[in-house]
């Protein structure tokens, strides 16, 4: 019980560094676009690393111990590439009008350190358009894109808890690139909403509720795996982890090189994009080799 307390504490961590985003919106007085461009490569270069290293192998271990070397492999290789149609499938099926990984200009911030945003009859004036929008399609964006990461946030959030399930230190390690990644999350849910209502408070609820979506869906598919997988003793069989190992891999992939390499490249300047992620990539295999016993 206290290794699933603890894979669910770590899976609601990394969710709620979407309201770190929120609050990096309304608080800081310029934002540093070339941290967030450092911290998406760094995340994604975390992922990458641990997937092709680490996770992918974990799988493959414990299908070719249950169906041989053959087919394990086969069954291994089909979980991987299942594990991206799946989140593929969820990037076609949502809302995807507003771009929840829209780099937001900094004039754009300017009114959110202010006590109201520019406001005039019921019309939002938006700093970096020349166009006026109405408050309820900013609302509706604002909402979309909540909706958005939500969905996003559900795999993001079943791949965190089953690392830290079967590795504690595993499982760390994915919560802070998950964490860092969510960072912009937060940033791209608060600003519309809180253009389109004016209220700080309401732009941060639907931040921590978006973040809020990983542990959730951590805790949903933890409780269908046990229903419908789970062996007498209460255990999800070491075959049934090794295709979810598989397909999270998979799904960690895409995220890399679908959102995060995308969205910090469009923040960062130069080598930044490059230089968080080769970083990602040393300090995981660093941490990695530093958690092996000496033989």
Do not use: C
Request: no cysteine; charged share 15%.
């Amino acid at each position: 019980m206290s290794a699933t307390l603890f894979a669910f504490g770590i899976t609601t961590l990394a969710g709620m560094a979407t309201a770190i985003g929120s609050i990096i919106a309304f608080s800081a007085k310029r934002t540093n676009y070339r941290f967030l461009s450092v911290a998406t490569g760094f995340s994604a270069g975390v992922m990458l690393y641990v997937s092709f290293v680490e996770i992918f192998f974990k799988g493959s271990a414990a299908l070719t111990q249950r169906f041989g070397s053959y087919w394990g492999e086969w069954l291994n290789v089909a979980s991987f590439f299942g594990g991206m149609l799946l989140i593929g499938l969820i990037d076609f099926l949502i809302p995807n009008k507003e771009n929840p990984h829209e780099t937001h200009l900094e004039n754009e911030f300017i009114p959110l350190h202010k006590r109201k945003p520019q406001v005039s009859s019921g019309i939002d004036i938006r700093p970096s358009t020349t166009s006026l929008q109405p408050h309820g399609k900013l609302l509706r964006m604002g909402l979309f894109t909540a909706l958005a990461i939500g969905i996003h946030n559900f795999p993001e959030g079943l791949a965190t808890f089953l690392a830290a399930l079967e590795d504690p230190k595993l499982g760390i390690a994915i919560m802070v690139a998950i964490a860092l990644h969510n960072i912009p999350e937060g940033i791209s849910v608060s600003v519309p909403i809180y253009y389109a209502t004016g209220d700080r408070k309401k732009a941060f609820v639907y931040s921590v509720l978006s973040g809020l979506a990983e542990p959730i869906g951590a805790l949903l598919g933890y409780l269908f795996l046990l229903l419908f997988a789970g062996n007498a003793s209460g255990q999800i069989p070491k075959e049934v982890m090794g295709v979810l190992f598989s397909g999270v891999a998979g799904i960690m992939v895409y995220i890399s090189l679908d959102e995060l390499l995308p969205t910090s490249r469009a923040y960062g300047k130069g080598h930044d994009s490059l230089i968080g992620l080769i970083s990602g990539m040393a300090v995981m295999a660093l941490s990695l080799l530093l958690m092996r016993p000496a033989s």
